[in-house]
């Protein structure tokens, strides 16, 4: 079950796989480091939050970052951070299908307080942002709808109908998910094993 009180995270960690509350949660490797994250994100004046289990820290009624632990690393996360100005550059892109770099990975636990002056420069060019209403560009992506999706909904009218029905959103995360895919075959799995959870409505990353 995800978190919803802020400390579970601190203390347990995000609830989302059942490493939870264990010795091998990734929150536990880089315990020091998140709270240190945790301390310059509310020094900053952030009001501090959990969303999507994790914590997020919003100004003027806007998300301005989000932060988690992943194995190897963890990272501190910007929203609408194409309006970020990346002086230092310190952000790198979360993965490939990420339009722009908008996080700060950390592989030490010192690094945090390290680079504490940096990490509220832009946490407060993202708070001024919020303040004045400013969002970026929308941008609007096509993606391609991969041969083997395209085969599976002509061949099963339940599975057409259930797909079309999803949320722009949902859709797209199933085409990312299939085109980050290189072989046909890896494809057709992965759309056997999305299946239900299309006909359930979810998308690809739902439980």
């Avoid at 991969?146 to 099963?156: C, H, Q, R, S, W």
């Avoid at 259930?162 to 890896?186: D, I, M, V, W």
Wanted: net charge negative; hydrophobic share 40%.
């Amino acid at each position: 079950m995800m978190i919803t009180d802020i400390e579970d995270f601190f203390t347990l960690g995000c609830g989302r796989c059942d490493r939870f509350a264990t010795p091998d949660c990734s929150t536990r490797f880089w315990i020091d480091g998140l709270t240190a994250l945790r301390a310059i994100c509310r020094e900053t004046g952030l009001v501090e939050t959990v969303k999507w289990a994790h914590p997020c820290y919003m100004h003027s009624g806007r998300n301005i970052a989000i932060f988690g632990a992943l194995r190897g690393d963890f990272r501190l996360s910007f929203m609408n951070a194409a309006l970020l100005k990346d002086p230092e550059g310190v952000l790198e892109r979360q993965g490939p299908n990420t339009l722009h770099p908008d996080m700060i990975r950390f592989t030490d636990n010192a690094a945090p307080a390290a680079m504490a002056g940096t990490i509220r420069a832009y946490l407060r060019e993202a708070m001024s942002y919020a303040e004045a209403g400013i969002l970026p560009e929308r941008i609007e992506r096509v993606l391609d709808m991969p041969d083997e999706l395209v085969d599976a909904l002509d061949n099963d009218p339940e599975l057409a109908e259930a797909f079309h029905a999803l949320t722009p959103g949902r859709q797209k995360s199933y085409l990312f998910n299939l085109n980050a895919a290189k072989a046909s075959a890896t494809r057709i799995t992965r759309i056997e094993k999305f299946r239900p959870h299309i006909l359930a409505g979810k998308g690809a990353l739902e439980r």
